[in-house]
């Protein structure tokens, strides 16, 4: 079985652990941690240092298991490794369409739906329970939050993070490194760098 190293070893981390356990697919080795201090080893997985990836990156699959948009890129340029590496993981309860694309490295938590012909891109964190409605497309290093619903045609760009119970509706685009706060409803276009919050969701003062 392939093996796969989880990066982070903080509570999300736990979530794309059980994701890894429910499809069958690869074995979990060990985690990479900055706060790990020393190598050791136990219930039969390895913990060492992040900054000791290169002693892996010839044997080993990888998933950044961070939750922070920033950290995720941040680690990925510094392993530069092939993208075939960070293999998508998809929860054995998530709804995905034949027709959807889910990028290298991007999570899918339980009980999600991705319906057709959306394209999802790299290490991106789809969270649990969380609805993508037809049509979307969510680019790299996104975090769409638990229970978030995205309607038909929405466009979220890079290092997005929608906040908990979110709503965005049809054919609205998400700008760049923007924020949608939890249980906001989006009905207008959100520009980049900015952050939105309530019902419907305005710019935070």
Not at 2 to 31: P, R, T, W
Not at 103 to 108: A, E, F, L, R
Not at 139 to 154: M, T
Request: with cysteine.
């Amino acid at each position: 079985m392939k093996q796969i190293i989880l990066v982070g070893n903080g509570g999300h981390s736990k979530v794309v652990k059980d994701i890894i356990l429910s499809n069958g697919e690869f074995e979990i080795a060990g985690y990479l941690d900055s706060k790990i201090v020393e190598y050791y080893e136990k219930d039969g997985y390895f913990y060492d240092k992040v900054e000791h990836f290169y002693k892996y990156k010839n044997d080993y699959y990888f998933v950044i298991a961070i939750g922070n948009n920033e950290v995720r890129e941040k680690i990925v340029a510094s392993f530069d490794l092939d993208s075939k590496r960070f293999p998508s993981l998809i929860h054995s309860s998530a709804v995905v369409s034949d027709s959807a694309k889910v990028g290298n490295g991007t999570v899918v938590m339980p009980n999600v739906t991705i319906n057709a012909d959306t394209n999802i891109g790299f290490h991106t964190i789809i969270n649990t329970g969380t609805i993508i409605e037809h049509d979307n497309t969510i680019k790299d290093y996104v975090h769409i939050s638990p229970n978030s619903v995205l309607a038909g045609g929405v466009s979220v760009e890079n290092k997005v993070h929608v906040a908990i119970g979110a709503k965005v509706l049809p054919q609205i685009l998400i700008g760049l490194n923007s924020v949608v706060g939890a249980g906001a409803t989006v009905t207008k276009n959100v520009p980049k760098n900015c952050t939105v919050v309530g019902t419907p969701a305005k710019p935070k003062e």
